[in-house]
């Protein structure tokens, strides 16, 4: 190989792992941006509305990495198709039950999205993992107390196709948990959440990088 073409080729490895590096970079580096509380609950209504509303057929996924697994999937399509509409129905059931008795509407107009017990917080947020659309879903909790303020930060992954975490923060007042903001972001590192008194924010970290942080006003809003 010529000296041209060896150059030509060590230019265009470098440029190809800069981009690699960049893109990947991304990946671990994209920031939380929050929602406002009116829009973060007006969105998750609609979200999960339309889901208890929904009536497209579960699609069979077949495996294809032998001719064995698609010949017994191929055999077995309707008795999986039966199950998993069977499984979309149940939480269907279980998310319109939240949809009527967690949403407050005020002049016809959703306002609020409240919880009396943190628990049922948890278990919502399980609820969604259980829906036959995603899988591979883990469900945590960080509960924490920034100036006075009793916080608790759910976190849903589900790694349909993409790693997806969705944040819900809840503020407890008045006996009551009630949604302040979302967000959601693509992670594929270990998250470090802990509060910042002096500052007066939650901070979200990984070991390479910080990913966003919550100011108390968005709490207090």
């Given amino acids: 190989m010529g000296k041209k ?12 792992n800069i981009q690699v590096f960049t893109q990947q970079t991304f990946m671990f580096t994209e920031k939380l941006r929050w929602k ?3 829009e973060a609950v007006k969105e998750l209504y609609e979200s999960m509305n339309s889901f208890v509303c929904d009536t497209t057929p579960v699609v069979v996924k077949y495996d294809y990495s032998s001719v064995l697994n698609l010949i017994n999937h191929l055999f077995t399509r309707r008795r999986i198709k039966k199950q998993l ?18 949403f407050v509407f005020i002049n016809d107009s959703v306002k609020y999205f409240r ?19 995603v899988s591979h ?20 992954s589900g790694y349909s196709g ?4 969705s944040f819900y923060v809840f503020r407890y ?6 949604l302040q903001t979302t967000s959601r972001v693509k992670l594929t590192e270990k998250l470090i959440v802990k509060v910042d008194d002096d500052q007066e924010k939650i901070l979200f970290e990984t070991p390479s ?7 108390l006003e968005i709490l207090l809003q």
């Fill in 5 to 16: 073409k060896i150059i030509f080729l060590f230019i265009f490895m470098s440029l190809f």
């Fill in 36 to 38: 406002p509380q009116k």
């Fill in 85 to 102: 509409d069977l499984r979309k129905r149940m939480v269907q059931n279980e998310t319109k039950n939240y949809v009527d008795s967690n």
């Fill in 115 to 133: 919880f009396k017990d943190k628990s049922r917080i948890i278990e919502w947020g399980e609820s969604i993992t259980s829906s036959p659309f």
């Fill in 137 to 156: 879903s883990l469900v945590h909790s960080s509960e924490l107390h920034i100036k006075d303020n009793h916080v608790l930060i759910l976190m849903v």
């Fill in 162 to 165: 993409i790693p997806i975490t």
């Fill in 173 to 178: 007042k008045g006996n009551i948990w009630e």
């Fill in 209 to 215: 990088c910080q990913i966003g942080e919550l100011p």
